[in-house]
């Protein structure tokens, strides 16, 4: 077992004394100290384990020996700024490179998601010559003062400020719970039809386009996608007024969603950004990120005759860790796990919600999954405090997950890419006995417990599920369970704390799965 300094009382002594208060933790009323980690599972100071299906971090597994081994053999030969020749930069540009659409070929590496989203910015706002940004609902790019400015996620909270002028804020393309839904005959047109309505009235006051700028698929929004087409459309409207796509890729790039390496790629091949963003996964949780663009904007920016540097981006060691995911990926097939779990556990979810008045929908691709958990079916109404709840009835049988979207109302996975089937169904099951009980609780299950057809809709792939609902609504809770889910904290819904390698899937990843199982069934409720 690890080594640990201090108790865990006195840990959370220290952190009250020492760490600032607005830096929040997850279960907040029975924090976890984590001490040690492998493959899908964390470990706290007594050894309990935890399956994490939520540490999009830690993206090919935690502390997987061939990214440590990479990192621990440069850091023994060399580590130094990217002012002298280094040939792991320049392969791990070439190798990240060779991923995306030919046109984007040029890298700026830097340390977090926020700065490279700073960065992307910076880059937009030089090339067009123009300063204004169109940001999405719901959206968060980062903690810097100027990501802040573009993510209503954030902003929203701030009790003085708020939108800044040069912000444009335009709908979340939501198609179950936002202004145009899965009933529209096309919405992607509709959506992409208000963010050109946001560009004519900005310029009607003479203010111009510098970027358009959208995780490529909404994670904090609550794990939106969003409807095939969009993009091409806005890219269409901002580029005619002389703006930059910008993808965000921080939290859903590097395969996640199987499929494609990209989570933009969903849109078809004739989609392609001016600028892509990326960190969380780049590094499996070591500090590194990149802005990928074209050469037309990487020229024009190196013309400003004001020199870009970095100190620690792209530094050897860095670089090393970063070829080393590139590699576990394509050897280990990731993508193809996350669409082989990752259609499992849809499946699974798709019978929970056939199952569970409480289950409005089930969307998601590859192992980028949101469960939106609702009072009343037919309005749609968020279960927040029931999503709270499961959330720590959850954590009691050792499964961390969280959740998230405007309402904090959506259960949200995001794991490690060598999550496994059986993880998947174990913790499916252990859904389904806790809305089983919050249903019990509130008198709210189906009659005769039949199931509820889903009707046939789009593929669960790509939009969330067309059934036919009826109209039926989960009854007040009993007073014992408002007791209880009242006195639910609210997680935080941001990131955690924004061995031999060809072996690692079958044991680091997956091992003793069985015995995993019926140690976490020792706490029951």
């Known amino acids: 077992m690890a080594t640990q300094l201090f108790s865990k009382e006195r840990t959370l ?25 492998q493959g899908q ?28 081994q990479a990192a621990v053999k440069q850091m023994e030969l060399l580590n130094t700024n990217s002012r002298f020749l280094h040939d792991n930069l320049i392969q791990y540009a070439k190798e990240l490179t060779a991923t995306l659409p030919p046109k984007l ?19 937009a706002r030089h090339y067009t010559g123009h300063h204004d940004i169109l940001t999405l609902d719901h959206a968060y790019h980062g903690h810097v003062t100027s990501l802040i400015d573009i993510s209503p996620y954030k902003f929203h909270e701030l009790q003085a400020g708020g939108q800044e002028e040069f912000v444009h804020v335009a709908p979340s393309p939501d198609i179950y719970r936002g202004k145009y839904r899965e009933d529209h005959p096309d919405p992607a047109s509709a959506y992409a039809d208000e963010v050109n309505f946001l560009i004519q009235e ?13 995780e490529s698929m909404q994670s904090c929004g609550g794990q939106i996608i969003p409807p095939p087409g969009y993009f091409q459309k806005v890219a269409q409207y901002v580029r005619n007024v002389g703006g930059v796509f910008i993808a965000d890729e921080v939290q859903v790039g590097f395969g996640r969603v199987g499929k494609h390496f990209w989570a933009f790629q969903l849109q078809g091949e004739d989609f392609v950004p001016d600028i892509v963003t990326m960190g ?29 540097f970095n100190t620690f981006g792209g ?31 849809m499946d699974l979810l798709k019978g929970q919600q056939a199952k569970h008045q409480l289950i409005g929908d089930v969307r998601g691709i590859g192992l980028f999954i949101g469960v939106d958990l609702v009072k ?108 209880e889910l009242c006195n639910t904290e609210a997680l935080q819904s941001e990131e955690f704390p924004d061995e031999n390698s060809s072996h690692y899937n079958r044991t680091a990843c997956g091992q003793q799965q069985s015995s995993y199982r019926s140690s976490c069934k020792r706490i029951r409720t």
Do not use: W
């Not at 310029?203 to 700028?213: Q, S, Y």
């Not at 090393?320 to 259609?343: F, P």
């Not at 199931?451 to 039926?472: C, D, E, I, M, Q």
């Open 13 to 37: 002594e220290l952190r009250d004394k020492h760490i600032g208060p607005s830096c929040k933790l997850f279960f907040s009323k029975d924090p976890l100290k984590i001490i040690r980690a």
């Open 41 to 68: 599972y964390m470990y706290d100071e007594n050894d309990k384990k935890f399956l994490d299906c939520i540490n999009n971090v830690a993206h090919v597994g935690h502390c997987h020996p061939e990214v440590v």
């Open 105 to 123: 070929s040029f890298c700026y590496f830097v340390n977090s998601g926020s700065e490279a989203n700073d960065l992307a910015l910076r880059l």
């Open 202 to 214: 900005a310029e009607k006051k003479g203010r111009k386009m510098a970027a358009f700028i959208a």
């Open 280 to 308: 969380k996964p780049i590094g499996n949780g070591h500090p590194m990120s990149c802005v990928v663009t074209t050469k037309e904007i990487a020229e024009a920016f190196g013309a400003s005759g004001l020199e870009y």
């Open 315 to 345: 530094n050897p060691v860095s670089c090393a860790i970063g070829l080393a995911v590139l590699s576990v990926l394509e050897k280990e097939d990731l993508r193809g796990n996350a669409t082989k779990v990752g259609n499992y556990l």
């Open 376 to 483: 009343d079916l037919k309005k749609r109404t968020p279960a927040m405090a029931e999503a709270q709840h499961i959330i720590y009835r959850l954590k009691e049988q050792n499964i961390l997950l969280s959740a998230d979207g405007p309402h904090r109302n959506v259960l949200k996975f995001k794991p490690p890419m060598c999550f496994t089937m059986e993880d998947a169904k174990f913790v499916v099951e252990e859904i389904d006995e806790i809305l089983t009980d919050l249903e019990k609780g509130t008198r709210a299950r189906v009659p005769n417990e039949e199931p509820r057809p889903l009707g046939n809709g789009v593929p669960s792939t790509l939009s969330g599920s067309k059934r036919k609902t009826p109209h039926a609504s989960v009854p007040a809770l009993s007073n014992g369970c408002i007791n």
